[in-house]
């Protein structure tokens, strides 16, 4: 059973900044594409970031870049994000996924039930 788990949202000051996690298992995590999408009320869910299995490419929005950090640890089977001067604009659901390929305009195999992020300004 596939699952993805995030953890590390709350409740932010605008400037401050903020680790997400996510820890995933029931597949081959090594091979996996594993990324980071978000969701504004009333907008679609968005891409945010990913990170190609077997060391592959690190992806970013360009609405998001300069401002954030992915990373993997294949030995922990986690996906992080760091988030730098976040914005209120920021606020969102934040979701981890993984997909065989990845991509940002298309949907994902996989994805957890999100953590929260909101931003005070």
């Known amino acids: 059973q596939v699952q993805l788990v995030e953890s590390g949202g709350g409740l932010v000051q605008a400037g401050g900044s903020l680790r997400l996690s996510c820890v995933a298992s029931?597949?081959?995590?090594?091979?996996?594409?594993l990324g980071w999408f978000r969701q504004a009320p009333g907008k679609e869910r968005e891409f945010v970031a990913s990170?190609?299995?077997?060391?592959?490419?690190?992806t970013y929005a360009d609405s998001v870049k300069g401002r954030l950090s992915i990373s993997r640890d294949n030995s922990r089977n986690t996906v992080n994000l760091q988030i730098y001067n976040l914005k209120p604009d920021d606020a969102a659901v934040y979701y981890c996924g993984a997909d065989e390929l990845g991509g940002q305009n298309r949907r994902w195999t996989y994805y957890g039930q999100g953590t929260q992020v909101a931003v005070s300004s």
């Open positions: 990170y190609g299995g077997f060391g592959g490419n690190i």
């Open positions: 029931g597949f081959a995590f090594r091979q996996y594409t």
